[in-house]
């Protein structure tokens, strides 16, 4: 399984519209054949910081979440939408039965 968690610092004029303006790049995402949970959540610290939390089958249902239509497509829209770059964190796990 890959394991993302993307910190999106939003402009403040987008923070409360922000799911709405992505929403189309969120239920693509969602759709896809690997994809397992692709979350959005907004910080209770700060109201222009979003987190998003998305998890992949496997390296390929991530590759192929990378090189589809709609993440390009909301990559091109993001700049105009952020406030600064995002950060990252990706963890890779196999997970077996009776795992902690």
């Not at 979350?39 to 990378?66: K, T, Y």
């Not at 090189?67 to 700049?79: G, N, Y």
Request: proline content about 6%; some cysteine.
């Amino acid at each position: 399984m890959i394991f993302n968690v993307v910190k999106q610092p939003v402009r403040a004029k987008y923070a409360d519209e922000f799911p709405s303006l992505i929403a189309d790049y969120i239920a693509a995402s969602r759709a896809e054949p690997g994809n397992l949970f692709f979350d959005w959540c907004r910080s209770a610290d700060d109201p222009n910081l979003w987190f998003l939390i998305e998890g992949f089958r496997d390296a390929e249902a991530g590759e192929a979440h990378v090189a589809s239509e709609h993440f390009k497509a909301a990559m091109s829209e993001m700049p105009r939408l952020l406030a600064a770059a995002p950060e990252s964190s990706t963890s890779r796990r196999q997970v077996t039965a009776g795992a902690a």
